[in-house]
C-alpha cells in the first residue's frame, strides 16, 4: 500500500478520526471524574478537532475516489491498446482477400464441374454420331445408352443419356452436391482434429492412469470405474480379478 494509494489515504483519514476519538472521550472521561483542569474551552476544541477530522475523511473520499478512477482509466488505455494491436494483427483486409479467394475458388470449382459435364454430354454425342458402336454396356471403352428407367446411383442427375466408361456408368457430376461437400470441408476437418486431439488426450490419461496403477495402487483405487477399467483394460488386467483381489487397497465409496 503506497502513501498515494487509495487504501493509504483513506487509512490515514480513518486514523485520524480514531486519534480525534480517543482524544475527545479521554477529556470527557476526566470531566467525569471531578478533573476540574479540564475547561470547557478544551471539550470544545477536542469537539472540533473530531469534526475536522469528519471532513478531512471525507476529502480523503474524494482522492481516493479521484485515485481509483485515474487507475481504472490507466488500465482501460491499456487494455484498450493491447486489444487494438491483437485485432490489428488479423486485419478485415485479410478477411475480405480470403473471402474473395473462397468465392474465387468455388467459381472455379462450378466452372470446372459444369465444363466436366459438358464434356460428358460431348463425349456420348461423339458416341452416338458413331455408327459402329451399339448402345448399351460395353466392358471396355466407352458407350452409351438411352435411359429408360429411373436410376438410383448417388448424385445421378443425366435426363436422357447414360456415359459407359469401361463397363461402369459415369453419371454427371452434381453441381449442387459438390458445392456443397466444398463449403463443409472445413467444418469437417475441424471435426476431425478435434476428434483426434480428443482421442490423444484420452490416451495420455489411460497412459498416466495405468502409471498410477503401478506407483500408487491406494491412489489409483480413488479413480472413477470408468477410469481404472480404462487403464486396467491398457495393462491387459482383468477387470473381473482385479475386483476380486483380496488384497486391493480399500477406500471409501463416498469419496468415488
Known amino acids: 500500500m503506497t502513501a498515494e494509494s487509495p487504501e493509504a489515504i483513506l487509512a490515514a483519514a480513518d486514523q485520524e478520526i480514531t486519534e480525534a476519538d480517543a482524544a475527545l472521550a ?16 478544551q471539550i470544545e476544541d477536542a469537539r472540533k478537532g473530531r469534526w475536522w477530522a469528519g471532513l478531512q475523511r471525507r476529502q480523503a473520499e474524494k482522492r481516493a475516489a479521484a485515485l481509483r478512477e485515474a487507475e481504472a482509466q490507466q488500465q482501460r488505455t491499456v487494455a484498450q491498446l493491447e486489444a487494438r494491436r491483437v485485432l490489428d494483427s488479423v486485419p478485415q483486409s485479410e478477411v475480405d482477400e480470403a ?9 472455379k470449382l462450378r466452372d470446372v464441374v459444369r465444363a466436366r459435364n459438358d464434356a460428358r454430354a460431348r463425349a456420348i454425342l461423339v458416341l452416338q454420331a458413331c455408327a459402329a458402336i451399339v448402345p448399351g454396356r460395353q466392358p471396355q471403352g466407352l458407350a452409351w445408352a438411352p435411359i429408360t428407367e429411373p436410376y438410383a446411383g448417388r448424385g445421378q442427375v443425366d435426363s436422357s443419356r447414360r456415359l459407359w466408361v469401361d463397363g461402369r456408368v459415369l453419371p454427371a457430376l452434381d453441381e449442387d452436391a459438390l458445392m456443397d461437400r466444398a463449403r463443409t470441408a472445413p467444418a469437417e476437418a475441424d ?7 480428443d482421442e490423444a488426450a484420452r490416451a495420455r490419461r489411460i497412459a498416466e492412469d495405468a502409471a498410477l496403477y503401478r506407483s500408487d495402487p491406494r491412489a489409483f483405487e480413488e479413480l472413477s470405474a470408468y ?7 491398457s495393462l491387459g488386467v482383468d477387470w473381473s480379478r482385479y475386483l476380486g483381489d483380496p488384497n486391493r487397497p480399500r477406500v471409501d465409496p463416498n469419496r468415488l
Do not use: F, H, N, W
Not at 479521554?26 to 474551552?41: A, H, N, R, Y
Not at 473471402?99 to 467459381?107: F, N
Not at 477410469?227 to 483394460?233: G, P, S, T, V
Open 227 to 233: 477410469r481404472r477399467k480404462a487403464a486396467l483394460d
Open 26 to 41: 479521554e477529556l470527557e472521561q476526566k470531566v467525569i471524574d471531578g478533573d476540574s483542569s479540564i475547561t470547557p474551552d
Open 191 to 197: 471435426s476431425r482434429a478435434q476428434k483426434a486431439a
Open 99 to 107: 473471402e474473395r479467394a473462397a468465392a474465387e475458388a468455388m467459381q
